[in-house]
């Protein structure tokens, strides 16, 4: 019940007014929901689908009836999707089409029956519209709409944290900026001509798990490239918005009702190694106007009024400087709405530290309190303002008993996938209420198979849980109560039930809660047992106890026994990480299996013997700046690289080599800058391995129970 009611609000919340069921019967608690709101419904019965059976055509009637019956009483339905891409016949469908008549009198007048994308036998097979996704002109979208009147679908590939400068190019990388782009066109052409035209729908709400589908581009790091799957979503399958999400809502939810300012991208930090004069900074706004600062509100790069409906406010020959972009929104000359994006690589703007406080008491230790463990959840080792010492998120390696204390989530379940596989992400949004960003920037979100555990002694306990809510709430207002709810239990035994982050502390402010248990069997278990909306968040751990005498047990690290002069052992490998110990260098783009490594930061100098055991069977990723390097003779390369921001951008060729469990590895570091450990796995890439045979309509032998026919604009044969 709660996630539909969750899914409803982030249909609402980017102004939608019709939903499409893709492409299966939805939960009847949408249409009550469509009902009471107003929002049109495209029901759907089935896709793909057909099988020249008694059997299959028995249930499938039997199963159209019960559909039809459950949904007819809905004043929100508007038609009654047979198939989507239908594989029936057009007698099949034409008989089904007649059923519905039967259950439902209004379809005739009202309610038409519907294909889409190719069938039939009912009133309307509905096209779609991928131009500019699979071929075809965009810049027709409006003309073809005219013709077209409706539009099932339209839409186009996305890579959460891909990004690209140069405006929208059509054979380009499929980027975030790319998608956003697309899709505003399409939706201002869609309105110039909305009076001659019924509507489209985009596809879709959230990605999907899609085996069918030979790709897995979800996101830009391989922490985050599931798949296969169908990456067009508003909404990562974690129901994190992408910039498409403020695009719609800048158009479609008025400023009267919910004013809103958005800066594309928050997830584009590094996107400048320099200072100077930039262009094509956008900004996403329903505001009259919007002026953009590079500070926290005093030096003005603009102030721009709004172009109308599906377009976006635009900031060229801009002067940056510093690390900060804030936007204000105006309503009839008052300031509305807020936003702002912090930068890597550039110097720190006036009055940045003001928005860090100092003395604030969140993470000050309790008097008396023996503080066992201190964790920061999906993130490195952190030092606070108190001095406290964060420990970096570890995995759990199997077997672990009571040895080790560590996090687990749903990648256990299969042997060696990656630990922390979509199941950490980061923001760089500035937290209130901390001095401490860092802690609370970086996060594990999960569902039920999401747990810590800690070895200690049977006793009682105190447990401070850290929480932010990264995505709900941003750019400005929004009503986001109850889109995320879940439990936290200790042992088994809910402490925190229905938690609403947004509710308690909006977006991007600091949350502790603090909660007592009782140790029996010699660990203490954090779990998160029941989500009823969106994925529970976690930020930080700390547990503590009266007694004093009370020792951590250690977390497994893939090496030990470091031997290096002058190098540091680190988690949680990122972009804008210093790269070197005795250098400000940064880095300014990582390959994308890096992202989450274990590292080894070394100086920067000429000569380092480097030396260590490998504790698991590891592979060791290597940069180097030079194109041949004899001590890694036995390492294969690889195409990806890292870069850093020396000298506007310095690349590290990266190579690869895989050492078992307890082998001593020894590096000569000249020339090498960086050098990133990765548990050895044996998951697959993100693309359907299933083994696949092509046949060709056109040159097919066919009998007497297969023709030819013209199906979805191509050649088909039909059974």
Not at 579 to 585: A, D, E, I, S
């Amino acid at each position: 019940k709660e996630q539909v009611i969750a899914r409803v609000k982030w249909m609402e919340a980017a102004g939608f007014n019709a939903f499409r069921d893709g492409h299966q019967p939805h939960n009847l608690l949408y249409g009550k929901l469509f009902n009471q709101k107003g929002i049109l419904w495209w029901t759907q019965l089935s896709a793909h689908v057909w099988y020249d059976t008694p059997e299959f055509k028995t249930n499938f009637k039997q199963l159209l009836k019960e559909w039809v019956i459950e949904r007819r009483n809905d004043p929100s339905v508007v038609l009654w999707g047979l198939q989507n891409e239908s594989k029936i016949p057009e007698a099949f469908a034409k008989e089904c089409t007649q059923l519905i008549r039967e259950l439902d009198p209004t379809s005739a007048s009202q309610r038409l029956v519907t294909t889409c994308n190719g069938g039939d036998g009912t009133d309307w097979d509905v096209p779609q519209n991928w131009t500019g996704t699979y071929g075809g002109n965009p810049d027709t979208y409006g003309d073809d709409l005219k013709k077209q009147v409706l539009v099932g679908e339209y839409g186009a590939w996305r890579t959460l944290d891909l990004h690209t400068e140069g405006g929208y190019q059509q054979n380009g990388p499929v980027s975030e900026d790319r998608f956003t782009q697309l899709m505003e066109k399409k939706v201002r052409l869609a309105e110039s001509v909305k009076d001659s035209v019924a509507g489209h729908f985009f596809w879709l709400l959230t990605s999907h798990d899609n085996p069918g589908r030979v790709q897995g581009g979800e996101g830009l790091r391989e922490l985050d490239r599931i798949g296969p799957v169908n990456y067009k979503g508003m909404l990562t399958p974690w129901e994190e918005p992408t910039d498409i999400f403020y695009m719609f809502r800048s158009n479609y939810v008025p400023a009267k009702r919910e004013p809103m300012v958005y800066i594309a991208s928050h997830t584009w930090p590094n996107r400048w190694t320099q200072p100077g004069i930039k262009d094509s900074i956008m900004v996403y706004s329903n505001c009259d106007e919007v002026e953009l600062f590079n500070d926290l509100g005093k030096v003005s790069l603009d102030k721009q009024k709004n172009n109308g409906f599906g377009t976006h406010f635009i900031f060229n020959k801009a002067n940056i400087q510093y690390n900060v972009l804030y936007a204000v929104g105006y309503l009839n000359g008052k300031s509305v709405a807020r936003d702002t994006v912090f930068l890597d690589h550039l110097p720190e703007a006036p009055g940045v530290a003001a928005l860090r406080p100092s003395g604030i008491s969140l993470l000050k230790p309790k008097p008396g309190l023996n503080y066992i463990y201190r964790v920061n959840s999906g993130g490195a080792d952190y030092v606070d303002e108190w001095g406290n010492q964060w420990g970096a998120d570890r995995a759990l390696p199997p077997n672990a008993g009571s040895k080790y204390w560590g996090s687990s989530s749903w990648t256990s379940a299969f042997n060696n996938m990656p630990a922390f596989f979509a199941s950490q992400r980061r923001t760089n949004a500035a937290i209130k209420g901390t001095k401490d960003w860092e802690l609370f920037q970086s996060f594990r979100y999960g569902l039920n198979q999401l747990y810590y555990q800690f070895p200690l002694p049977n006793g009682n306990y105190e447990i401070e849980l850290y929480f932010v809510e990264p995505w709900l709430g941003v750019g400005g207002s929004m009503e986001a109560g109850a889109m995320r709810l879940f439990d936290v239990a200790v042992n088994g035994q809910t402490v925190i039930k229905d938690l609403d982050i947004w509710k308690e502390a909006g977006a991007n402010r600091a949350l502790k809660k603090t909660v007592r248990a009782k140790v029996s069997d010699g660990i203490l278990r954090i779990s998160f047992p029941n989500t009823k909306a969106g994925q529970a968040i976690i930020a930080a751990i700390a547990i503590a106890s009266n007694n004093k005498n009370i020792k951590a047990a250690p977390a497994f690290e893939m090496i030990r026994d470091l031997k290096c002069d002058g190098c540091v052992y680190n988690a949680w490998l990122d972009e804008g990480d210093k790269l070197f110990t005795n250098q400000v260098t940064r880095i300014y783009k990582l390959a994308p299996a890096l992202f989450g490594a274990d590292w080894i930061r070394m100086p920067q100098k000429d000569h380092t013997k480097l030396q260590f055991i490998a504790n698991d069977t590891i592979d060791l990723y290597v940069g180097v700046a030079k194109e041949k390097v004899s001590t890694l003779k036995d390492f294969e390369r690889l195409s990806d690289s890292v870069i850093s921001d020396e000298s506007g951008g310095k690349k590290y060729d990266i190579y690869r080599k895989r050492f078992e469990t307890g082998k001593t590895v020894i590096i000569d570091s000249k020339d090498i800058g960086l050098m990133g450990i990765l548990p050895a796995t044996n998951m697959q890439p993100a693309y359907d391995l299933k083994p696949t045979t092509s046949y060709k309509a056109d040159v097919a032998v066919l009998n007497s129970s297969v023709v030819k026919q013209v199906v979805a604009g191509g050649e088909r044969t039909v059974v």
